[in-house]
């Protein structure tokens, strides 16, 4: 089933531009992971933020937390035709190790140039 | 880096055929998993398998089996394709320390297209 739940669905902007995705899941969660895919390529794992943890920042990403509105947000700041691709986050379930994750539907990211 | 590898890019089969779909890795990942994408669907999990000869059902198993013979390799088949089962199928793989903690790896994909 999936949980995670993305906003916006579609995505365009110039690049230069920042740009900001939104998840919201619905269970208790050990961490919550942003992966980007390619156009008809695997996923590739950006970033991963602990349920501890508030904010995480890497390069040009920032990823937010909010455990109590169980909500997360990432951050592409200084945007570029290449981060054109989709952007899926993913939790991982606040019980059990499996390593099982659960996959929101994506934001599609169009950065024009 | 760990690497997936997923035995084709693309592939065409017709209805009614056995599919095997090969997933390799090579990190020495103890788990692994299978995926379907479909648009506006995201990721759906398939089946797991935490060990060798080790599975557990994902949430959308119907139709399909997996095998595990070896640690490396995770391996889903289609008993009988049929045309709902096109769809793009991704392969991943995660160490067991951390379990859920860890990153998933992925193969690049298997683009399925039954006819």
């Known amino acids: 089933s999936q949980q995670g739940e993305e906003d916006p669905q579609a995505l365009s902007i110039q690049e230069g531009e920042n740009a900001t995705m939104n998840c919201s899941y619905k269970t208790s969660i050990n961490n919550l992971q942003w992966y980007r895919q390619n156009s008809g390529r695997g996923l590739v794992h950006l970033i991963l933020?602990?349920?501890?943890?508030r904010e995480k920042h890497s390069g040009r990403l920032r990823v937010t937390l909010d455990t109590s509105k169980k909500s997360s947000s990432l951050l592409i700041t200084a945007s570029r035709a290449a981060d054109t691709a989709s952007y899926f986050c993913a939790t991982g379930p606040g019980s059990g190790n499996t390593g099982k994750l659960i996959f929101g539907q994506g934001t599609t990211l169009q950065v024009k140039p | 880096d760990v690497k997936v590898t997923q035995s084709s890019r693309y592939l065409v089969k017709r209805t009614g055929e056995k599919v095997f779909l090969e997933c390799v890795q090579d990190?020495?990942?103890?788990?692994m998993f299978w995926y379907r994408q479909d648009p506006g669907l995201g990721l759906r999990l398939i089946y797991f398998?935490?060990?060798?000869?080790?599975?557990e059902k994902g949430d959308i198993p119907e139709g399909y089996s997996v095998s595990r013979e070896k640690k490396e390799r995770f391996s889903l088949i289609l008993e009988s394709a049929s045309t709902n089962q096109t769809s793009m199928y991704l392969c991943?793989?995660?160490?067991?320390?951390?379990?859920?903690?860890?990153?998933?790896?992925f193969g690049p994909g298997t683009r399925l297209l039954v006819l």
């Open positions: 933020i602990r349920s501890n943890e």
């Open positions: 991943a793989s995660t160490r067991v320390p951390g379990g859920q903690r860890e990153t998933q790896y």
């Open positions: 990190m020495d990942h103890e788990n």
């Open positions: 398998s935490y060990d060798v000869k080790m599975k």
